[in-house]
Protein backbone atom coordinates (compact mmCIF):
# COMPACT_ATOMS: atom_id res chain seq x y z
CA UNK A 1 0.00 0.00 0.00
CA UNK A 2 2.67 2.44 0.83
CA UNK A 3 4.88 1.88 -2.05
CA UNK A 4 1.45 2.19 -4.25
CA UNK A 5 0.69 5.76 -2.96
CA UNK A 6 4.46 6.54 -3.62
CA UNK A 7 3.85 5.68 -7.22
CA UNK A 8 1.08 7.57 -7.83
CA UNK A 9 2.61 10.45 -6.53
CA UNK A 10 5.24 9.85 -8.81
CA UNK A 11 3.05 9.64 -11.43
CA UNK A 12 0.94 12.24 -10.74
CA UNK A 13 4.03 14.70 -10.41
CA UNK A 14 5.31 13.51 -13.67
CA UNK A 15 1.68 14.15 -15.40
CA UNK A 16 1.46 17.68 -14.71
CA UNK A 17 4.44 18.13 -15.77
CA UNK A 18 4.17 17.13 -18.40
CA UNK A 19 0.58 19.01 -18.81
CA UNK A 20 2.77 22.24 -18.44
CA UNK A 21 5.79 21.10 -20.69
CA UNK A 22 2.98 21.02 -23.27
CA UNK A 23 1.49 24.10 -22.51
CA UNK A 24 4.62 26.29 -22.11
CA UNK A 25 2.61 29.37 -23.34
CA UNK A 26 0.26 28.93 -19.80
CA UNK A 27 3.12 28.52 -17.42
CA UNK A 28 2.19 31.61 -15.59
CA UNK A 29 -1.56 30.11 -14.99
CA UNK A 30 -0.28 26.81 -13.54
CA UNK A 31 0.63 28.26 -9.98
CA UNK A 32 -2.17 27.35 -7.43
CA UNK A 33 -2.95 26.66 -3.95
CA UNK A 34 -4.14 23.25 -1.92
CA UNK A 35 -7.13 24.68 -2.17
CA UNK A 36 -7.09 25.62 -6.14
CA UNK A 37 -9.51 23.53 -8.32
CA UNK A 38 -9.38 24.49 -11.78
CA UNK A 39 -12.02 24.82 -13.90
CA UNK A 40 -13.70 22.04 -15.39
CA UNK A 41 -15.66 24.28 -17.93
CA UNK A 42 -13.60 25.08 -21.03
CA UNK A 43 -13.88 25.00 -24.71
CA UNK A 44 -10.58 22.66 -24.68
CA UNK A 45 -12.71 19.90 -24.14
CA UNK A 46 -15.71 18.00 -26.32
CA UNK A 47 -18.94 17.78 -24.52
CA UNK A 48 -21.75 15.68 -25.78
CA UNK A 49 -21.62 15.37 -29.91
CA UNK A 50 -20.21 18.85 -29.79
CA UNK A 51 -16.57 18.98 -31.23
CA UNK A 52 -14.11 20.48 -28.67
CA UNK A 53 -13.26 24.34 -29.72
CA UNK A 54 -9.75 26.29 -29.57
CA UNK A 55 -8.93 27.73 -26.24
CA UNK A 56 -6.22 30.24 -24.78
CA UNK A 57 -3.63 28.83 -23.03
CA UNK A 58 -4.71 29.96 -19.79
CA UNK A 59 -8.28 27.87 -20.28
CA UNK A 60 -6.09 24.85 -21.26
CA UNK A 61 -4.24 25.71 -17.73
CA UNK A 62 -7.29 25.56 -15.49
CA UNK A 63 -8.41 22.41 -17.21
CA UNK A 64 -5.44 20.65 -16.43
CA UNK A 65 -5.05 21.95 -12.85
CA UNK A 66 -8.84 20.52 -12.48
CA UNK A 67 -8.18 17.42 -13.89
CA UNK A 68 -4.70 16.63 -11.88
CA UNK A 69 -6.30 17.68 -8.41
CA UNK A 70 -9.05 15.55 -9.30
CA UNK A 71 -6.70 12.52 -10.00
CA UNK A 72 -5.20 13.72 -6.78
CA UNK A 73 -8.66 12.84 -4.90
CA UNK A 74 -9.40 9.69 -6.80
CA UNK A 75 -6.00 8.51 -6.46
CA UNK A 76 -4.39 9.16 -3.26
CA UNK A 77 -7.55 9.82 -1.30
CA UNK A 78 -9.99 12.73 -0.86
CA UNK A 79 -7.34 13.97 2.22
CA UNK A 80 -4.65 14.75 -0.55
CA UNK A 81 -3.19 18.24 -1.72
CA UNK A 82 -1.29 19.54 -4.40
CA UNK A 83 0.52 23.03 -5.07
CA UNK A 84 2.60 24.68 -7.50
CA UNK A 85 3.98 27.92 -6.83
CA UNK A 86 6.48 29.90 -8.90
CA UNK A 87 10.39 30.06 -7.42
CA UNK A 88 11.73 33.08 -7.61
CA UNK A 89 15.50 33.30 -7.65
CA UNK A 90 18.51 35.31 -9.04
CA UNK A 91 19.43 34.28 -12.48
CA UNK A 92 16.38 31.66 -13.05
CA UNK A 93 12.77 32.44 -14.50
CA UNK A 94 10.29 29.68 -15.02
CA UNK A 95 11.54 27.53 -11.88
CA UNK A 96 7.89 25.78 -10.30
CA UNK A 97 8.15 23.58 -7.53
CA UNK A 98 5.21 21.41 -7.19
CA UNK A 99 4.13 19.64 -3.72
CA UNK A 100 1.58 16.51 -2.93
CA UNK A 101 0.72 15.68 0.17
CA UNK A 102 -1.52 12.78 1.41
CA UNK A 103 -2.47 10.72 4.83
CA UNK A 104 -0.94 7.54 4.75
CA UNK A 105 -1.83 5.10 8.02
CA UNK A 106 -1.94 8.04 10.19
CA UNK A 107 0.89 9.87 9.01
CA UNK A 108 1.20 12.80 6.63
CA UNK A 109 3.63 12.39 3.99
CA UNK A 110 4.78 15.17 0.96
CA UNK A 111 6.26 14.82 -2.43
CA UNK A 112 8.21 17.66 -3.56
CA UNK A 113 9.87 18.78 -7.21
CA UNK A 114 11.24 21.52 -8.78
CA UNK A 115 10.77 21.58 -12.53
CA UNK A 116 12.57 24.10 -14.82
CA UNK A 117 11.12 25.11 -18.25
Sequence with gaps: SSAQMRFQAVSLMR???DRMRANSAGLANYVVTTSGTGSSTTPCVETGGTAATDCTAAEMAAYDLFLWKRELSDLLRSTS?????????????????????????????????SVQF
Design 15 to 17: DIT
Design 81 to 113: TGAITLVATAGTTNRYQIVITWVERADTRTMTN
